[in-house]
């Protein structure tokens, strides 16, 4: 008969301590040290900034990020190791680097949001400027409303197809130097100046229907002009990352090419398509400059015919009133510049909407 015999905790003869063992988790620093070391620097800098008097939230978001990069990055190194040390010093200043790029932005919203709630109510979206003086405590931004969604709409309508078309040739079917000259020209046109656009549409419209033609449908061929490069670099980067595999499967079942991608390249990228035409609408719903030039501005009824009369748009609108200079002026551009911000707001969440319930699904 066999006996095992167990070794003793105390060590292997019995009278001595049992060696250390080593575990993953052995020489590294526990999870709520990085959290309460910022904890504790902002507390010691912010009370040190109080009582010497200097306190100012940038002085005090500069000390704190600097002490607490400082700290961890030396505990780090003196219990971990000088690998993980270098890893949360470059997280943190990755950190640090994505709170830069959300003041602004923050500072942005909170800005027009608090400015813009003191006028936007349910009377200032549904009239229109129609009879109103410019400094009457009076009138609305409906016209404006209207406009935007007009115009914009047919500058989507006139883009996305010819912007989709154009990334499908250039994905699928383009070859040599025809291709080549598509992707020079579209690289070209991202980078056209709104006012040049407004410029060309203006030269445009007096070729066919003479000098001083301004209506919606020139505005929208306009935000047309710099909308169209966007959709192709966006749809064609996106159909781009579609497997290959995909392709030559279906390719193997004796489906034709166009059928391919029409059932299995553009189902399969929709959600990233998707997302491109949003930012490109988002690039030129808040265009002014072309807008004066080719739309007016000077429209204060409601008009729903593109190709009849001025229109205006909420971009213009707000150009118009800042431009004016009153404080109801001011109230009414704040106003329309946060409803500006809530129709993109909406726009990319039927986006998202699209994409989740369009997008193919991969689970089992």
């Given at each position: 008969?066999?006996?095992?015999?167990?070794?003793?905790?105390?060590?292997?003869?019995?009278?001595?301590?049992?060696?250390?063992?080593?575990?993953?988790?052995?020489?590294?620093?526990?999870?709520?040290?990085?959290?309460?070391?910022?904890?504790?620097?902002?507390?010691?800098?912010?009370?040190?900034?109080?009582?010497?008097?200097?306190?100012?939230?940038?002085?005090?978001?500069?000390?704190?990020?600097?002490?607490?990069?400082?700290?961890?990055?030396?505990?780090?190194?003196?219990?971990?190791?000088?690998?993980?040390?270098?890893?949360?010093?470059?997280?943190?200043?990755?950190?640090?680097?994505?709170?830069?790029?959300?003041?602004?932005?923050?500072?942005?919203?909170?800005?027009?949001?608090?400015?813009?709630?003191?006028?936007?109510?349910?009377?200032?979206?549904?009239?229109?400027?129609?009879?109103?003086?410019?400094?009457?405590?009076?009138?609305?931004?409906?016209?404006?409303?209207?406009?935007?969604?007009?115009?914009?709409?047919?500058?989507?309508?006139?883009?996305?197809?010819?912007?989709?078309?154009?990334?499908?040739?250039?994905?699928?079917?383009?070859?040599?130097?025809?291709?080549?000259?598509?992707?020079?020209?579209?690289?070209?046109?991202?980078?056209?100046?709104?006012?040049?656009?407004?410029?060309?549409?203006?030269?445009?419209?007096?070729?066919?229907?003479?000098?001083?033609?301004?209506?919606?449908?020139?505005?929208?061929?306009?935000?047309?002009?710099?909308?169209?490069?966007?959709?192709?670099?966006?749809?064609?980067?996106?159909?781009?990352?579609?497997?290959?595999?995909?392709?030559?499967?279906?390719?193997?079942?004796?489906?034709?090419?166009?059928?391919?991608?029409?059932?299995?390249?553009?189902?399969?990228?929709?959600?990233?398509?998707?997302?491109?035409?949003?930012?490109?609408?988002?690039?030129?719903?808040?265009?002014?400059?072309?807008?004066?030039?080719?739309?007016?501005?000077?429209?204060v009824a409601i008009n729903w015919n593109l190709f009849?009369?001025?229109?205006?748009?909420?971009?213009?609108?707000?150009?118009?009133?800042?431009?004016?200079?009153?404080?109801?002026?001011?109230?009414?551009?704040?106003?329309?510049?946060?409803?500006?911000?809530?129709?993109?707001?909406?726009?990319?969440?039927?986006?998202?909407?699209?994409?989740?319930?369009?997008?193919?699904?991969?689970?089992?």
């Amino acid at each position: 008969m066999t006996t095992t015999t167990k070794k003793s905790s105390t060590g292997a003869s019995g009278d001595g301590p049992a060696p250390m063992q080593r575990t993953l988790l052995t020489g590294s620093l526990p999870r709520y040290f990085a959290p309460a070391l910022l904890a504790g620097v902002a507390i010691v800098t912010g009370g040190l900034l109080f009582a010497l008097g200097t306190f100012s939230i940038p002085l005090f978001a500069v000390f704190t990020v600097v002490t607490y990069t400082v700290l961890v990055t030396l505990a780090s190194a003196r219990i971990e190791s000088g690998r993980k040390a270098k890893d949360r010093l470059v997280t943190a200043v990755v950190y640090t680097c994505f709170g830069l790029a959300m003041v602004p932005l923050i500072s942005l919203l909170w800005t027009v949001a608090r400015m813009g709630v003191v006028r936007l109510d349910g009377y200032f979206l549904t009239v229109s400027m129609n009879g109103v003086t410019p400094t009457m405590d009076a009138g609305g931004v409906y016209h404006a409303i209207v406009g935007t969604i007009a115009i914009t709409g047919f500058a989507a309508l006139v883009s996305i197809p010819i912007g989709l078309m154009t990334a499908i040739y250039l994905v699928e079917y383009g070859r040599g130097r025809l291709k080549n000259a598509i992707t020079f020209f579209v690289d070209v046109m991202t980078g056209i100046p709104s006012i040049v656009a407004g410029l060309f549409v203006v030269a445009l419209w007096m070729v066919f229907f003479g000098p001083g033609t301004t209506n919606g449908a020139a505005g929208a061929v306009a935000l047309s002009v710099l909308m169209i490069p966007v959709v192709v670099r966006s749809c064609e980067e996106m159909i781009r990352l579609v497997p290959n595999e995909l392709r030559e499967a279906s390719y193997a079942l004796g489906v034709p090419k166009w059928l391919t991608v029409v059932k299995v390249v553009l189902p399969t990228a929709i959600a990233g398509i998707t997302t491109g035409i949003m930012l490109a609408i988002a690039r030129v719903i808040g265009e002014t400059a072309p807008l004066i030039l080719t739309a007016g501005s000077s429209a204060v009824a409601i008009n729903w015919n593109l190709f009849d009369g001025q229109m205006m748009s909420l971009p213009v609108f707000i150009y118009s009133q800042v431009r004016m200079g009153d404080a109801i002026n001011y109230e009414r551009a704040w106003a329309a510049a946060l409803t500006l911000i809530l129709i993109v707001m909406l726009l990319f969440f039927v986006a998202r909407l699209v994409s989740r319930f369009f997008a193919p699904k991969f689970g089992r």
